[in-house]
């Protein structure tokens, strides 16, 4: 297959800096669109994967899923998309395309597993797919999603995995008007759950250990804000929320949470400990409790979840960075000094 080299930057080991280099792009094909990357969010999963934490890093790795561009070419048989389209890659590119999750409009749960926007083997040429921290890149029509008009487009970036990775969820378990919500954590996760939960007309509650935080998550939407490390406070929460999005990747006592649940409530986990969190068995059994999890979404869910950014004028808190930086960057979001996510002004790299 014709390729063709453009600038990149990532990491040659998992105890390397993340530095430039040249990559290869496929030339497109029938089918696909080739996008000339704009802006980049920084997720925390990118760093997980440059420093091989999940023990399942191909190097050279080149990370970045929430890319935010615009359609420079298109293959002869594309017909969602033509060149000066604002468009928008999340965290695929690809799936098997015949498994019954797929046939269902279920990608993310592709049987087989399905392609990765980085880090994952690369059906047309057989390496590991390159993400965003790269000039452009080629994806199939299908996979590609219409960034609508209006939107800041360096702040809707972060949609495509953290306001996905939280809409997902808050669809599927019918949050809307009526529904009393729980947010566990203020990160870019969680910071995007509850402007999207109070979007969708849940009333907010917002869980916290520091309240340093109290005064943000008033201005991010939440209707209450409960500091977990005061009992009087979570206990005052006892048997109150419909569904909780629990967003902390760090250990913590997940009873508490459960223990706020209504009967037939849900926890769903989108953050993700290193370690097993311990679950008592009648944190669950007596009020008919569930204990879920959630990944990203699909793409026809993805792009559910841009038009109604658009429409309801949401998008991440960031912090603009240039690639250069990004080394700093994932320093800082180690220590959580980042309100909410880091996104890279892609123009920066070529300089």
């Known amino acids: 297959m014709e390729t063709k080299s453009v600038k990149a930057f990532g990491a040659a080991a998992a105890t390397a800096p993340l530095d430039g280099l040249q990559i290869n792009r496929r030339v497109p094909g029938p089918h696909d ?15 997980h994967t440059a420093r091989n934490e999940w023990h399942n890093t191909v190097y050279p790795v080149v990370p970045g899923h929430e890319i935010v561009g615009k359609v420079v070419q298109v293959g002869d048989h594309v017909k969602q998309f033509k060149v000066g389209d604002l468009a928008a890659v999340g965290c695929m ?10 046939k269902q409009g279920l990608e993310q749960y592709c049987e087989p597993g399905n392609t ?8 047309y040429l057989g390496t590991p797919t390159y993400g965003g921290y790269s000039e452009s890149v080629v994806v199939d029509e299908n996979y590609v999603l219409h960034v609508p008009e209006g939107l800041d487009l360096a702040a809707a970036a972060p949609l495509l995995c953290a306001g996905i990775t939280t809409w997902s969820p808050l669809k599927h378990w019918n949050v809307g008007p009526g529904s009393k919500v729980g947010v566990v954590g203020i990160g870019g996760l969680g910071h995007m759950a509850i402007k999207l939960a109070k979007a969708l007309g849940a009333h907010v509650v917002v869980f916290t250990t520091s309240t340093a935080k109290f005064d943000d998550a008033k201005r991010l939407g939440a209707d209450e804000v409960v500091l977990s490390k005061d009992p009087d406070q ?13 967003a902390v990747s760090a250990q913590h006592d997940i009873n508490a949470y459960l223990a706020c649940l209504r009967v037939d409530g849900t926890l769903a986990l989108v953050g993700a400990p290193e370690l097993p969190l311990p679950v008592a068995a009648f944190s669950l059994i ?18 559910e979840m841009l038009d109604f950014c658009a429409k309801h004028n949401i998008t991440a808190d960031i912090e603009l960075i240039n690639i250069q930086q990004i080394n700093e960057a994932y320093e800082r979001m180690l220590k959580g000094d980042v309100h909410y996510r880091f996104v890279i002004d892609m123009k920066s790299l070529k300089n």
């Open 33 to 47: 669109v080739e996008i000339d990357i704009l802006f980049c969010g920084v997720c925390h999963s990118d760093l």
């Open 234 to 246: 979570m206990a005052r929460q006892h048997r109150k929320l419909n569904f909780i999005v629990d």
């Open 286 to 303: 007596p009020q008919r409790i569930s204990f879920s999890g959630s990944t990203i979404g699909s793409i026809a869910e993805t792009q």
């Open 116 to 123: 990765l926007t980085y880090n994952s083997p690369d059906k």
């Open 93 to 102: 590119v690809d799936s098997c395309r015949v498994c019954e999750y797929c």
